[in-house]
Nanobody, 123 residues
Framework: QVQLVESGGGLVQAGGSLRLSCAAS????????MGWFRQAPGKERKFVAA????????DYADSVKGRFTISRDNAKKTVYLQMNSLKPEDTAVYYC????????????????WGQGTQVTVSS
């Protein structure tokens, strides 16, 4: 079992930045793909970013490419999402997820989820 706890969400003006953190505990973290997803009110959960267990492979949704960066510190069992140039359409609850596999980019590929952290971007 893996427990994930997100932090770092909040209210920010358009053009601003936030860094989300996701602390993992429990089962081995270092061999797991880690991902970020987001869900806006009334909409389905969508992929944002993913990183392989080694950190050597990353993928991003087109809507965040060039603005968001995923990173991980396996020693600290923590994954981060640096969000720059935020837009009102980035407003959503952001979820951290862990996979039993070394790589995954769809929600179905992830086995453990955090409780989510709210990000609100004002115009």
């Amino acid at each position: 079992q893996v427990q994930l706890v997100e932090s770092g969400g909040g209210l920010v003006q358009a053009g601003g930045s936030l860094r989300l953190s996701c602390a993992a505990s429990g089962r081995t973290f270092s061999w797991s793909a880690m991902g970020w997803f987001r869900q806006a009110p009334g909409k389905e959960r969508k992929f944002v970013a993913a990183m392989s267990w080694s950190g050597g492979t990353t993928d991003y949704a087109d809507s965040v490419k060039g603005r968001f960066t995923i990173s991980r510190d396996n020693a600290k069992k923590t994954v981060y999402l640096q969000m720059n140039s935020l837009k009102p359409e980035d407003t959503a609850v952001y979820y951290c997820a862990s996979s039993r596999a070394s790589w995954a980019v769809t929600a179905k590929g992830y086995d453990y989820w955090g409780q989510g952290t709210q990000v609100t971007v004002s115009s």
